[in-house]
């Protein structure tokens, strides 16, 4: 161990800068889509079977909820564009723009060079559970998702119902490719319902049992056309462990509604990110 130098508490000391402070953000219309919200109507239903994952399509300018239905379930989320997989879901950005988890008011951000949101959040039943005394809070997007690499890695298992696989298997299934390009296009999640911090001794990411119930709920707003995959995870509340079929797990819902016409008059699908991309010389 290196000895402390001379300064070592006026160091530690320094106040921390947010990295990214967010005032400049565009924001999005909350007020807009709430009224636009209270003109929709359900066009589409999907129920993800517990260990399994479902893929679904919501058009530009819908909104979709995922449920906890039956029993306390955390799900993994992937996102991309209707119509190009190479633009998808972000969570390091996400995290870096809006912190380590997420609720409403709070978008999803796309990858580079698109960087733009996908989502909008605009509903969180879990919304009350704020930071717990252990740093916990829900709705991460610092987990990866539970894959069958890290459980091999760590105690020789070969398990195929992680998030990983399950993401993977639905989106071959839906848009009929092989697996390995499917796998390709698998991404780091939004940990929906996932109850999750660091620990403040060594850093660690833990989990704990999450405070979804039967009816809580998280809904977004689609900025952009989007195709969503969701993994009803192996660890179910991810009170345990993951990666094997001991937590008792459960279907998630999601379901997708179509506001009335013209209820989103002055809302406009983001372009892409404005940068030229000639990167400098
Ligand atoms: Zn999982």
Known sequence: MTNPPPD?????????????????LPAPDMQLLAAARSTARKTDE?????RDARCFEVPAGHFFRITSVEGPQVGDLNLWNLHD???RFYSGKTRALHGTHVTTGERLWSSFPHLRPMATIVADTLDWYGIDEYGGSVHDVIGTRCDPYTGNLLSGTQYHQCCHSNLTRALADH???????????VHDVLNVFMCTGFTRDTGQYF?????????????FFAEIDLLGDLSACPGGDCSAEH???SAACYPLLVEVFAPAKGALTGWQSPAPNGYDRSHGR
Request: hydrophobic share 40%; charged share 25%.
């Open 8 to 24: 070592a508490a006026a160091r530690r000391a320094i106040a921390p800068v947010i990295c990214y402070p967010n005032d400049s």
């Open 46 to 50: 999907v129920l993800v079977p517990p």
């Open 85 to 87: 997989l190479s633009e």
């Open 175 to 185: 848009l009929d490719l092989s697996r390995a390009e499917a796998e390709a296009a």
């Open 207 to 219: 989990m704990k049992a999450s405070p979804v119930r039967p009816g809580d709920y998280l809904e």
């Open 243 to 245: 990666s094997s079929d």
